[in-house]
């Protein structure tokens, strides 16, 4: 069992950064692909990034290449979301996803746990 705890979350101009934490439970977090998601209002939960166990291998959705940075610390069971020059329509809840074993190309139905979202708000 694992649980995902994100934070990080917030209000932030166009233009500007944030970054994204999601801590993760348990002893074999290096096990477990990991990624990002979020959702918009009336919008179905798109993939946004992946990195694999070791942290070596990583992939974006295209709105957000050059932009966002995923990277993970093993040592600390956490995974990271940088997002900079952020745009209005990056506004959505943010979701940390964890897939056992997985690949970086994660999907709604390949993920095994999901946190509870942050919410974030880009102001134009």
């Known amino acids: 069992q694992v649980q995902l705890v994100e934070s990080g979350g917030g209000l932030v101009q166009a233009g500007g950064s944030l970054r994204l934490s999601c801590a993760a439970s348990g002893r074999t977090f290096s096990s477990y692909s990991m990624g990002w998601f979020r959702q918009a209002p009336g919008k179905e939960r798109e993939f946004v990034a992946g990195?694999?166990?070791?942290?070596?291998?990583?992939y974006y959705t295209d709105p957000v290449k050059g932009r966002f940075t995923i990277s993970r610390d093993n040592a600390k069971n956490t995974v990271y979301l940088q997002m900079n020059s952020l745009k209005p329509e990056d506004t959505a809840v943010y979701y940390c996803?964890?897939?056992?074993?997985?690949?970086?190309?994660?999907?709604?139905?390949?993920?095994?746990?999901w946190g509870q979202g942050t919410q974030v708000t880009v102001s134009s």
């Open positions: 996803a964890a897939a056992y074993r997985g690949s970086v190309y994660l999907s709604l139905n390949s993920c095994d746990y």
């Open positions: 990195i694999g166990r070791s942290g070596g291998i990583t």
